[in-house]
T-cell receptor, first 114, second 114 residues
Framework: NAGVTQTPKFRVLKTGQSMTLLCAQDMNHEYMYWYRQDPGMGLRLIHYSVGEGTTAKGEVPDGYNVSRLKKQNFLLGLESAAPSQTSVYFC?????????????FGSGTQLSVL | QQQVKQSPQSLIVQKGGISIINCAYENTAFDYFPWYQQFPGKGPALLIAIRPDVSEKKEGRFTISFNKSAKQFSLHIMDSQPGDSATYFCAASIASGGYQKVTFGTGTKLQVIP
């Protein structure tokens, strides 16, 4: 059982380049999230989705776009990368019916923007 | 605005000792308080959680103490082991726009020395 899989695990970009981070979950979860983790700032929500074809902004959405064309996949795009987007990105998913509201996280993508 | 404040930022405890991490929140509408454990290179994983209608929850060596009037909650790790060395995040969630909005603390890096 793979759970939540993120690709790639590491990436180095130059300022202005674009890229897409892929998140895939095999648990049939309705809710999916993208977080960024920075030292001393915890986890901050970028965008989230409550179902296939729907997305919404989180706390820090500027500079990012997302899409959820299939229930199992949630893509995070950077159209024009900036050094401020250097971070570790985590995808998470949750079962809407679960009482304990448990988030299942992927292993993260370490992104450096030079 | 940091809605969930976590302290200390780092903690060193000897094997067998008690580790204590504290969190304080501002929004009294929060209705779920989880703790996540994160090992290096991995995503966070749910450790234990509590709802505000109880004052304490224990699971093995891990206990959450919850003080609703003071708007504070803490994680106690009894008989701390080197394998507990990880970063711990407290969080608080609230229903918002049809989904549970989770706000994380800034994290505590715990090191348990033999």
């Amino acid at each position: 059982n793979a759970g939540v899989t993120q690709t790639p695990k590491f990436r180095v970009l130059k300022t202005g380049q674009s890229m897409t981070l892929l998140c895939a979950q095999d648990m049939n979860h309705e809710y999916m999230y993208w977080y960024r983790q920075d030292p001393g700032m915890g986890l901050r929500l970028i965008h989230y989705s409550v179902g296939e074809g729907t997305t919404a902004k989180g706390e820090v959405p500027d500079g990012y776009n997302v899409s959820r064309l299939k229930k199992q996949n949630f893509l995070l795009g950077l159209e024009s990368a900036a050094p401020s987007q250097t971070s570790v990105y985590f995808c998470a998913s949750r079962d809407r019916q679960r009482f304990d509201e448990k988030l299942f996280f992927g292993s993260g993508t370490q992104l450096s923007v030079l | 605005q940091q809605q969930v404040k976590q302290s200390p930022q780092s903690l060193i405890v000897q094997k067998g000792g008690i580790s204590i991490i504290n969190c304080a929140y501002e929004n009294t509408a929060f209705d779920y308080f989880p703790w996540y454990q994160q090992f290096p290179g991995k995503g966070p994983a749910l450790l234990i959680a509590i709802r505000p209608d109880v004052s304490e929850k224990k699971e093995g060596r891990f206990t959450i103490s919850f003080n609703k009037s003071a708007k504070q909650f803490s994680l106690h790790i009894m008989d701390s082991q080197p394998g507990d060395s990880a970063t711990y995040f407290c969080a608080a969630s609230i229903a918002s726009g049809g989904y549970q909005k989770v706000t994380f603390g800034t994290g505590t890096k715990l090191q348990v020395i033999p």
